[in-house]
């Protein structure tokens, strides 16, 4: 893989690799490296520190004991919580949408009155 392969910025001075005689320059390919490794830094996963309280280790240690890294399970139970969250939210404005439109407001009163006719008294 090509070092430009990690980044779209420009290329530094270090990171035109030239060849003398068919073979890279060793200070070039330690300039490459050390250009890799910053722009690399520039897009790894942040690190985050939390504080568990005893449910939570519990809930973490629930989630590795199926397999799952500690960084793994802490990354799906976020991912999972706010997707259920974000479900939630959807949920709650399509259940919301008809109550805002006066025509089907109507329409539910209309079934809902005929429902309640067609009820067996008693």
Same mark, same amino acid.
Request: net charge negative; charged share 30%.
């Given at each position: 893989?090509?070092?430009?392969?990690?980044? !779209?910025?420009?290329?530094?001075?270090?990171?035109?690799?030239?060849? &003398? !005689?068919? *073979?890279?320059?060793?200070?070039?390919?330690?300039? &490459?490296?050390?250009?890799?490794?910053?722009? /690399?830094?520039?897009? &790894?996963?942040?690190?985050?520190? &939390? *504080? /568990? !309280?005893?449910?939570?280790? *519990?809930?973490?240690?629930?989630?590795?004991?199926?397999?799952?890294?500690?960084?793994?399970?802490?990354?799906?139970?976020?991912?999972?919580?706010?997707?259920?969250?974000?479900?939630?939210?959807? /949920?709650?404005?399509?259940?919301?949408?008809?109550?805002?439109?006066?025509? !089907?407001?109507?329409?539910? /009163?209309?079934?809902?009155?005929?429902?309640?006719?067609?009820?067996?008294?008693?």
């Amino acid at each position: 893989m090509s070092p430009r392969a990690f980044c !779209d910025a420009p290329p530094c001075e270090h990171c035109r690799i030239g060849k &003398v !005689d068919g *073979r890279a320059r060793a200070v070039d390919i330690v300039w &490459v490296a050390a250009c890799i490794t910053i722009r /690399l830094a520039r897009i &790894v996963a942040k690190a985050i520190s &939390v *504080r /568990l !309280d005893e449910e939570t280790e *519990r809930a973490l240690q629930t989630l590795e004991a199926s397999g799952l890294s500690r960084s793994d399970a802490i990354r799906s139970a976020l991912i999972s919580s706010a997707d259920r969250l974000l479900r939630g939210r959807e /949920l709650a404005a399509e259940v919301a949408a008809p109550e805002a439109d006066e025509a !089907d407001r109507d329409e539910m /009163l209309a079934v809902s009155s005929l429902m309640e006719s067609m009820r067996a008294s008693g």
